[in-house]
């Protein structure tokens, strides 16, 4: 059973406007969401993290809020730029453990 | 920052050999290591949490006597694929937390692994 879940597979957004990309999660255990942007190939690249205590956390374009009650979480990017092509994980930890589990990431297309 | 080196990053190798793959943290100790396993267009499993001085400890299903890892050192976690068939072609990826025991989990660039 999955316990993180990205239930859109692809999105594709105009250049400048915002892109927002859904998470959700079975596990009332995970404390702790990071969001990994990933291209073929290549290992990924941490973006930005939020912590069970907060619901927002914001990092320059790059905007991550947690809904606890709803076990839901989005990543907002605004303005979206081309080079912001990629797949996109969201992944959770628990306090009990520091194992990542990862959604099934949903792949981004920026067009110009 | 911490920057985790994976290598090869590709290879082709046929049927019955054994591959190993090296994960190294180059600026900083990493206690523990994390190895997956991403197949095309699907999302990365983990296979097994590789602790230094330590055994590994394994996902359900994945078998430790194919994928034997050996993290002997703080800054140095090998994935042995051992006895490689056509279906465990895979990218495979480390990844490592530094020792100070924070969420900062760094990946390595993952290994394209073909088996012929």
């Known amino acids: 059973d999955q316990q993180v879940k990205q239930n859109s597979p692809s999105l594709s957004v105009q250049e400048g406007r915002i892109s927002i990309l859904n998470c959700d999660y079975t596990?009332?255990?995970?404390?702790?969401f990071l969001w990994y942007k990933k291209y073929p190939a290549e290992g990924p690249t941490f973006l930005i993290s939020?912590?069970?205590?907060?619901d927002k956390n914001e990092d320059g374009r790059f905007t991550v809020f947690l809904n606890k009650s709803a076990k839901h979480l989005s990543l907002h990017i605004v303005p979206s730029q081309p080079g912001d092509s990629a797949v996109y994980f969201c992944?959770?930890?628990?306090?009990?453990?520091?194992?990542?589990?990862f959604g099934g990431g949903t792949r981004v297309l920026v067009k110009p | 920052g911490a920057v985790v080196s994976q290598h090869p990053s590709w290879v082709i190798c046929k049927s019955g050999t054994s591959v190993k793959i090296e994960c190294r943290s180059l600026?900083?100790?990493?206690?523990?290591m994390f190895w997956y396993r991403q197949f095309p267009k699907q999302s990365l499993m983990l296979m097994a949490t590789?602790?230094?001085?330590?055994?590994?400890?394994?996902e359900q299903g994945v078998e430790k006597d194919k994928f034997l890892i050996n993290h002997a050192s703080l800054t140095l976690s090998t994935l042995t694929v051992t006895s490689a068939h056509p279906e465990d072609s895979s990218f495979y990826i480390c990844?490592?937390?530094?020792?100070?025991?924070?969420?900062?989990?760094?990946f390595g660039s993952g290994t394209r692994l073909t088996v012929v």
């Open positions: 990844s490592a937390m530094p020792g100070t025991g924070d969420y900062g989990y760094t």
């Open positions: 590789s602790n230094e001085g330590s055994k590994a400890t394994y």
């Open positions: 596990n009332s255990m995970f404390d702790y």
């Open positions: 600026d900083f100790q990493a206690t523990t």
């Open positions: 992944a959770a930890v628990g306090s009990a453990g520091n194992k990542l589990t």
């Open positions: 939020i912590s069970s205590i907060k």
